[in-house]
């Protein structure tokens, strides 16, 4: 046995695969086309995102104001409702007790 | 993982007068169209010295792959078709050799792995060759290169010593050991067939 003869009978050449080449110069193809530009909302969007969440914050903000105002308002309307009827029960005792002193 | 990608073409590589033919210019781009050409030219080179060596068709495709893509890259660097083969053939090397080194494949290849024959093995029987390849996949990974690109590409010891930039004497030395270690475990398997 010749085990050069036999090593070069083991050891030859080999095709791959068939397209390799197309794999290949599909990768580079891949790498080297241009990036797409990017869409107005992956361009933008942290910003959109953050400017978002400020308006929601600031709307938040407003509503709690909003809400704290009316209650104030309505607790004071309350409040003079009371003052206004507590006059005017002074005043009608005040009038009886007047109206009686006459009468006697 | 290849050292080096700007590879010198070796001394006897013998460099083309003429610009380097696949290119536009000397230093003009590579033509995509000729990129094909080079790699069907040479991907049967670069897949058997990846195949041998590895022994697992995956692996070798891949390492293929990666070593043309690393060419597209360097191509600039590219200076005559001889240059380019000694390149392709250069980085094959080293990456086989790393991923042999990483993979530690022939820790794990034994002589047991090597189906054993079923007929009387003739002169270039396909049975023999597997075997062959079988136990060369079982050198250290140095002397498995050496021996794949001694007997797949016919190259003379000075030419590998240019591939695996190492000297001359290390090459012949790992050569002669090489088949040392392949008689010794051909002798043990076969002693009938391999006297």
């Known amino acids: 046995m010749n085990l050069d003869q036999e090593l070069a009978n083991a050891l030859k050449r080999k095709q791959p695969p068939p397209g ?17 530009a990017p869409s107005f909302w992956h361009a933008h969007g942290a910003g959109l995102r ?55 | 993982m290849a050292k080096s990608l700007d590879i010198e073409a070796p001394s006897g590589a013998g460099r083309a007068t003429a610009p380097f033919e696949l290119h536009d210019s000397a230093q003009g781009p590579a033509v995509p169209g000729s990129f094909s050409q080079i790699m069907l030219e040479h991907e049967a080179m670069v897949f058997g010295l990846a195949y041998h060596f590895l022994q697992n068709r995956t692996a070798a495709e891949d390492l293929t792959q990666e070593v043309f893509l690393g060419l597209y890259q360097n191509l600039h660097a590219i200076r005559s078709a001889a240059h380019l083969k000694h390149w392709l ?27 054993e024959p ?9 049975a023999m060759a597997r075997r062959l390849q079988t136990l060369v996949a079982t050198l250290p990974p140095k002397l498995r290169m050496t021996v794949v690109l ?46």
Do not use: H
């Open chain 2, 89 to 115: 053939r250069q980085v094959t090397s080293r990456r086989c050799i790393d991923a042999g080194r990483k993979a530690r494949l022939w820790r794990f290849l034994s002589l047991g792995d090597a189906p």
């Open chain 2, 150 to 195: 001694r007997y797949q590409e016919d190259l003379e010891p000075s030419e590998i010593a240019a591939v695996l930039e190492v000297p001359l004497n290390t090459v012949k030395s790992n050569l002669r050991r090489s088949l040392e270690l392949l008689r010794k475990k051909l002798g043990r398997q076969l002693p009938e067939v391999y006297k």
């Open chain 1, 50 to 104: 953050l400017a978002a969440g400020l308006v929601v914050i600031v709307a938040i903000g407003f509503g709690v104001v909003r809400q704290r105002e009316a209650l104030r308002e309505r607790q004071e309307g309350e409040f003079a409702t009371r003052k206004l009827m507590t006059a005017l029960q002074i005043a009608s005792e005040a009038l009886n007790d007047a109206k009686r002193m006459v009468e006697q």
């Open chain 1, 20 to 36: 390799m080449v197309d794999r290949v110069m599909a990768t580079i193809d891949s790498r080297e086309r241009p990036a797409v």
């Open chain 2, 118 to 126: 079923a007929i009387e093995l003739r002169l270039a029987d396909p």
